[in-house]
C-alpha cells in the first residue's frame, strides 16, 4: 500500500480526530473522483484501531461491483493474502456462523445494504435458505410461534420455505429473544408467542412477510452481539441510498408499511446512532445530491438543503444544524445578489460561517482548487454523416412507427446512439416486433466493408482498427530498448478506450459490430469455432513446455539490456554475451558438437547446475496435464558442454520466451518461487493462463503478419521483444504491488484474473436469428454472457473481471458501458482516453465519467512520469525493476504542497475525453457551451449550489482566481499549519503538511 499524500493525510487525522472523540462520531470525505476516498477510509480505520486487539470494519457500498473492487484494500488490513481470506456470510445474519477470517485484530465485513439489511428494498424477501432455515431454527423455541409459520407454509402450492434447519452457532438465545422481540414491537411483559400468532392472523401480514421481519431480527442481533458489532462503518458513495441516515418520513399509511419503516429504523439506528453506535465514515464525491432507494433526489432543485440536512446527522446538533441552515440562506441569497460587489462580500461573509461550522465534520479536496487549466485534452471529433447512415436511419423510423407511432420523436436519438437499431435493439419495448423488420438497407455482420453508422466509423479511427485491436498487449509508458512491428513508436499508439453512453443498447451493439471487424465477420452457420494455437498434442510437449518454463537457474542468467533506445539486435547479443560469461563462471564449456532441441539443452544444464531447482521444474511440469507420449524429463541427463550453436539458440530462448520472462519479472518484484508449491503457482500462470490467452487465433494472425518467422511460437518470441513484453509485465507487477496492494504471489493471482482467455457473447439480429458474437478486444461492461463450457456452464461476463482486464495491458482495449460504470470503479491503470458516446445529462455526470480514468496514479501519470524519469530509471536499474526505479526517483523529488501535483496531474501529456460533433445539431450547441463552462463547473461541483454558483460567476463576470477565492473550501490540508514554505495557489490556501511525504 502506497504512503498516503498530504492532503490524504490530513484528511485522514481531521477524520480520526472526529471519530475517536466525543459523540457523534460521524465524518464525511466528499474528496471529488479520484482523490482516493477509499485509501483514505482504509487510514482511518488503521488509525482508529490502534492497540486495540479487534477493531470489526463494515464496509457498505450500492453494488457488488464496487464492493469487489475496494473490498481488498480494507481486507490488506488482515495481513491474509487474499487467496486465504475467507469473506464469510454475506448477509448479517449468516455472519455469526460464518464469520470472515481474522488478522492483525482486523475483522473486515464488506456488504451492500440492499442484500445484507432485510427490509431495505420496499416489500417482503424471504431471503437465501441460509437465513431461512436458521429462522426454522429459532421457531423450534417458540412452539405456537412455529404452529402457525408451518401452518402458513404448509398451505402454499409451492414448495415449503422452512424446510431445513441450521445451528445457530455465534447466536445467544437472549440476543435473538431480544431482536424479536423489538422487531415485533412487543411491550415490556407482554408475550412474544401471543403477539406474533395476533399478528400473523391480520389480513395484510403472512409468511413471507414474517420471513422478511424475522432475516431483520437476526440482523439485529448480529450487529448488538459484541463479538460481531463494528467499530467502524464505511458508508461508500452513500448519496445513492441516503435512506439509511435520512430516512423518508411516514405519514399516514398502511399498518403494514409503517411497520416495515420501524423495523429497518432499528437496523439503521444500531448502525448510527445510541450510546453503542460505531463510528461512522461517510465517503462520497457528491454529497449534495442525495437519492433515496428508488432514485428520488432528496431536494431535486435546492441542493444547498441536502447540505442542510446532512449536517444535522453529521453534528447531531439541531443547534448546529440551524446554524448551518442560516449561514446556507445567507450564501443562497448572495448567489442570486445583482449588485457585483455586494456578491463578493456577501458570499464570502457566508463561506466563512459555513466553513467554520463543517470542516470538523467534512473534508473536501478538489484538483481544481490547485490547478487552473481544464484536466483532459479534448479534441475536435467531427462526425460525418453518410448517405448509406440515412437509408438505414429511414429504414428503423419507419419500422418503429408501425409498431407504435409515438416512437416517432425517440428514433433520432435511438439512431444516432444505437448502431443498426433493428439488429441490435434487444430488451427494448419495440423489440419483439421490430425484429421482424425486413427490408433493411445495410446489414451489420460480414466484417467487411464501412460500418454505416458516423459515430462507429469515428470510434474505430479514434480508437483502433482490427490490426491494432488485436494486439495482445499495450506498450510500456518506458521502453527499454526501441520497439518495433505493431508497438513501434513510429505508429501513432492508441491505447485503451472506455466509452460511456446513455442507452443500454449501445455496448453491446458497439461490441458486437467492431468485434465483427476483428474476425472478419460472423462465422457460418453450424461451423465450429478456431482451434486455439500453443496446444500441446500429437507429439512431443517439450518445446512448448520450455517455452512457458521458468527455467529456476539459467532466465536469471542474463539481465536485457535497458538503455531506452536499443535495437532488438544489441539486445540478443548482449543475451549471448551474458549467458556465455555465465556458463563460463560454471565451469561449462562451448566444445560441444551439433544442435540438440532448445529445451533439451536447458533441461540438461538446469539438472547438472541445481538439482533442487530442477526438481521444483519437475514438480510444476506434472500440472501442465500433456498426456501421455514425449521424452520423460527424469530422463534427460545432465551435461556441462553445449555447442556455440546451442549457446546462441537457448540465449534467444531465454531473452524472449514468455516463461523466462515471467522468471525474471517475478524475481524483480519479490514474488516467490522457492519451494515447489510457489514454483506451481508461478508455472500455473504462465503455463495455464498466459499461454491459453497467447494462443487466441486473432493474435497469432496480427503477430505472425509483422515477423518473417512460419511457426507462430518463433514468432510469438520475436514479437515478445518487438512489444517490448518484459518491459509491459515490469509495469503492471508494479503496478498491483507498489501502486496497489497485492504482496508476493498475490501479484501473480492478480495478473492471473486479468487474463480473459475465453471470449464473452452478445447478441446480434442477423436475418431471421438471433445470432451471439464473440467478444474480447472489445466488450461490454454489462450484458454480455459467458460463452458455455464443455461442462455447460455460462451465465453474464463478471464485471469484476472485465474490470481487472481492463486494468491490466492485456484484452479488452475497448470497454463500453452505461452509467453502470459510472460512479466509484477504477478503471485508468491503462486508459487515458475516455469517449462520451452520448452528451451526460449535466455536468456532475461529466465529471463522475472523466473520474474513472483521472486518478492516482493514472496511465496519463505514468506516462508523464516516464517521460520525466524513465532515462535515469533504466540507466540505475541493473538486475532491478526499471518501473519500480521511476516511482522511487518520482518519490525522491521535491513534493508539491498537498500531494496532487505529481500523482495525480500529469506534468506533460493530459487523458483525452472525447465527444462528437454532429454539425448543425443541437447536440453539438449543447457540447459548446458545456465544454466552455467546464472549468467553472469544476470549481462549482463542490458547492452546494453549483449551478447558481456558475451563473453568479458569470454574472460577475468572474475569472477562475476570484472563482476560487468564493468557493467554499473545506480541504482539511488548507486548515494544517505550514511547516515549509506554503504552495502558491490561487483561492483559498492549500497550505503543506509536510514536503517529505508523498503518494
Known amino acids: 500500500m502506497t504512503e498516503l499524500a498530504p492532503f490524504q493525510r490530513a484528511t485522514v487525522d481531521a477524520a480520526a480526530r472526529r471519530l475517536s472523540g466525543d459523540r457523534p462520531r460521524r465524518f464525511l470525505v466528499a474528496d471529488e473522483v479520484g482523490l482516493g ?29 464496487i464492493a469487489g473492487q475496494n473490498r481488498p484494500k480494507f481486507v490488506s488490513l488482515t495481513g491474509i493474502e487474499e487467496k486465504a481470506y475467507l469473506p464469510g456470510g454475506d448477509r448479517l445474519a449468516l ?22 439489511l432485510p427490509g431495505w428494498k420496499p416489500g417482503p424477501r424471504t431471503g437465501r435458505k441460509a437465513e431461512r432455515c436458521l429462522i426454522r431454527s429459532v421457531l423450534a423455541r417458540y412452539p405456537d410461534i412455529e404452529g402457525a409459520v408451518l401452518a402458513l407454509d404448509a398451505e402454499r402450492d409451492a414448495r415449503p420455505l422452512l424446510e431445513d434447519t441450521a445451528a445457530l452457532d455465534g447466536f445467544t438465545h437472549v440476543g435473538i429473544d431480544r431482536a424479536l422481540r423489538d422487531v415485533f414491537a412487543c411491550g415490556d411483559g407482554e408475550a412474544l408467542g401471543p403477539k406474533v400468532t395476533g399478528w400473523l392472523q391480520r389480513g395484510d401480514t403472512g409468511l413471507a412477510e414474517f420471513i422478511a421481519r424475522a432475516r431483520s ?17 464505511i458508508l461508500d458513495e452513500f448519496h445513492r441510498y441516503a435512506d439509511l441516515i435520512l430516512p423518508r418520513p411516514v405519514v399516514g399509511g398502511k399498518d403494514i408499511e409503517r411497520e416495515r419503516a420501524a423495523v429497518h429504523r432499528l437496523l439503521v439506528d444500531e448502525l448510527t446512532a445510541g450510546p453503542e453506535a460505531p463510528a461512522l465514515l461517510l465517503l462520497s464525491a457528491t454529497p449534495y445530491r442525495l437519492r433515496r432507494l428508488d432514485g428520488e433526489e432528496l431536494h431535486a432543485v435546492e441542493h444547498y438543503r441536502a447540505l442542510i440536512d446532512l449536517a444535522g446527522f453529521l453534528t447531531d446538533d439541531q443547534g448546529a444544524r440551524q446554524q448551518v441552515e442560516e449561514a446556507m440562506r445567507a450564501y443562497h441569497d448572495a448567489l442570486l445578489e445583482p449588485d457585483p460587489e455586494k456578491v463578493r462580500t456577501s458570499l464570502r461573509a457566508a463561506k466563512q460561517r459555513i466553513e467554520t461550522i463543517l470542516q470538523p465534520v467534512v473534508s473536501r479536496t478538489e484538483r481544481a482548487l490547485v490547478h487552473e487549466e481544464d484536466l483532459f485534452d479534448r479534441p475536435a471529433t467531427p462526425v460525418v454523416v453518410e448517405p448509406e447512415d440515412l437509408r438505414v436511419f429511414r429504414h428503423f423510423a419507419k419500422a418503429a412507427c408501425a409498431v407504435d407511432a409515438k416512437w416517432a420523436g425517440w428514433t ?45 466509423r469515428k470510434l474505430a479511427e479514434i480508437a483502433g482498427d482490427p490490426r491494432q485491436l488485436s494486439l495482445p498487449w499495450q506498450p510500456p509508458t518506458a521502453p527499454w530498448w526501441r520497439l518495433e512491428g505493431p508497438w513501434s513508436a513510429a505508429k501513432r499508439q492508441l491505447g485503451k478506450t472506455l466509452l460511456f453512453s446513455r442507452w443500454k443498447a449501445a455496448p453491446t451493439a458497439i461490441s458486437a459490430l467492431l468485434s465483427l471487424q476483428i474476425t472478419g465477420g460472423m462465422r457460418k452457420p453450424g461451423s465450429k469455432p478456431p482451434v486455439p494455437l500453443l496446444r500441446p498434442g500429437g507429439g512431443e510437449a517439450g518445446p512448448l513446455l520450455g517455452l512457458f518454463m521458468q527455467w529456476p537457474t539459467l532466465s536469471h542468467a542474463i539481465e536485457p539490456a535497458k538503455t531506452g533506445g536499443g535495437s532488438i539486435r544489441a539486445v540478443r547479443t548482449k543475451a549471448r554475451d551474458d549467458l556465455r560469461q555465465f556458463l563460463e563462471e560454471k565451469r561449462i564449456t562451448l566444445t560441444g558438437k551439433g544442435k540438440r532441441g532448445t529445451w533439451l539443452v536447458a533441461c540438461a544444464l538446469e539438472r547438472h547446475l541445481s538439482r533442487q531447482g530442477f526438481n521444483r521444474m519437475k514438480s510444476a511440469v506434472l500440472i501442465a ?16 558442454s553445449i555447442s556455440p550453436g546451442e549457446l546462441s539458440a537457448l540465449a534467444d530462448l531465454l531473452i524472449s520466451s514468455p516463461g523466462a520472462i515471467v522468471a525474471r519479472c517475478a524475481r524483480r518484484h519479490s514474488v516467490p518461487f522457492d519451494t515447489a508449491k510457489e514454483a506451481r503457482a508461478v508455472f500455473a500462470f504462465a503455463w495455464g493462463r498466459l499461454r491459453s490467452y497467447l494462443g487466441h487465433r486473432t493474435f497469432a494472425d496480427t503477430i505472425l503478419s509483422a515477423s518473417d518467422r512460419k511457426r507462430y511460437p518463433d514468432a510469438l518470441c520475436d ?74 456452464k455460462g451465465g453474464k461476463l463478471r464485471s469484476d473481471g472485465l474490470r481487472q482486464a481492463f486494468n491490466s495491458p492485456f484484452w479488452p482495449h475497448i470497454l463500453c458501458t452505461t452509467s453502470v460504470g459510472q460512479e466509484g470503479l477504477d478503471f485508468h491503470l491503462w486508459c487515458r482516453r475516455l469517449v462520451h458516446w452520448d452528451l451526460p445529462s449535466d455536468p456532475v455526470d461529466f465529471e463522475q465519467r472523466e473520474g474513472r480514468i483521472a ?24 538486475r532491478t525493476s526499471p518501473f519500480l526505479g521511476i516511482l522511487r526517483i518520482a518519490r525522491e523529488q521535491p513534493a508539491g504542497g498537498t500531494g496532487l501535483e505529481r500523482w495525480w496531474l500529469p506534468a506533460n501529456g493530459r487523458p483525452e475525453s472525447i465527444s462528437f460533433d454532429w454539425k448543425f445539431s443541437l447536440r453539438s450547441v449543447r457540447k459548446e457551451r458545456m465544454l466552455k463552462d467546464l472549468l467553472l463547473y469544476r470549481l462549482a461541483l463542490g458547492q452546494p449550489e453549483p449551478d447558481a454558483f456558475v451563473t453568479m460567476l458569470r454574472r460577475i463576470d468572474a475569472d477562475a482566481a476570484e472563482a476560487r477565492s468564493l468557493a467554499i473550501c473545506l480541504a482539511a490540508i488548507s486548515k494544517v499549519d505550514a511547516v515549509a514554505p506554503a504552495v502558491t495557489v490561487t483561492g483559498p490556501s492549500l497550505r503543506p503538511r509536510a514536503p517529505s511525504v508523498d503518494a
Open 217 to 233: 431480527a437476526l440482523a439485529l442481533a448480529t450487529l448488538r452481539s459484541k463479538t460481531f458489532r463494528p467499530d467502524l462503518v
Open 412 to 456: 433520432p436519438a435511438m439512431w444516432s446512439s444505437i448502431p443498426y437499431p433493428t439488429q441490435t435493439l434487444h430488451g427494448y419495448a419495440l423489440w419483439p416486433k421490430l425484429r421482424h423488420a425486413t427490408g433493411q438497407p445495410a446489414l451489420a455482420g460480414s466484417g467487411r466493408g464501412q460500418l454505416a453508422h458516423p459515430q462507429l
Open 37 to 65: 476516498k477509499t485509501v483514505i477510509a482504509r487510514a482511518v480505520a488503521e488509525q482508529l484501531k490502534g492497540r486495540s486487539k479487534r477493531f470489526n470494519v463494515m464496509y457498505l457500498c450500492p453494488s457488488l461491483e
Open 855 to 878: 486518478r492516482y496514479g493514472s496511465l496519463a501519470v505514468r506516462q508523464s512520469l516516464a517521460s520525466a524519469h524513465g532515462r535515469q530509471a533504466l540507466a540505475e536499474a541493473k
Open 719 to 792: 514479437a515478445m521483444l518487438k512489444g517490448g513484453f518484459e518491459a509491459v509485465l515490469d509495469e503492471q507487477m508494479g503496478i498491483l504491488g507498489q501502486l496497489g496492494d497485492a504482496k508476493g504471489l498475490q501479484i501473480i493471482d492478480r495478473l492471473s484474473a486479468s487474463l480473459m482467455d475465453r471470449p464473452g457473447l452478445v447478441r446480434l439480429r442477423r436475418g431471421k436469428a438471433d445470432a451471439r458474437i464473440p467478444v474480447q478486444a472489445v466488450v461490454p461492461f454489462s450484458g454480455g454472457e459467458q460463452r458455455r463450457t464443455s461442462k455447460g
Open 625 to 640: 496435464n500433456t498426456g501421455r507420449g514425449g521424452l520423460a524429463w527424469d530422463d534427460i541427463e545432465p551435461t556441462t
Open 95 to 116: 455472519v455469526p456462523g460464518s464469520p470472515p477470517s481474522e488478522g492483525n485484530g482486523y475483522r473486515i465485513f464488506a456488504f451492500t445494504p440492499e442484500t445484507s
